[in-house]
């Protein structure tokens, strides 16, 4: 049976947890086999290519890793949390 996660393509998330926390994006892809997300403009990786045709000087390629699912959640839930938590600040004062 086919894993389900939280999370889906297209989505808005946030990394909650992990060397990106706080970061924000645009679900492209969610690798199912080993529970990972690649998260638009998180977790940016480089990659040496060599010399080809359509490279010929060669370069240095940024693109997205991937980061585990348990570290992202909906950008909705996370700005219900953050009010949530607001709110019985403000109640107190």
Do not use: W
Request: positive net charge.
């Amino acid at each position: 049976m086919a894993q389900k996660f939280h999370i889906k393509r297209n989505d808005q998330v946030v990394v909650i947890a992990g060397a990106h926390k706080g970061k924000s994006g645009k679900v492209l892809e969610v690798r199912a086999a080993k529970n990972r997300a690649v998260v638009e403009g998180v977790a940016m990786i480089k990659r040496h290519l060599k010399k080809s045709q359509e490279n010929p000087q060669g370069k240095i390629a940024e693109r997205e890793g991937t980061v585990h699912v348990s570290n992202l959640m909906l950008q909705s839930r996370y700005d219900q949390t953050k009010r949530a938590k607001v709110a019985p600040a403000a109640a107190k004062a």
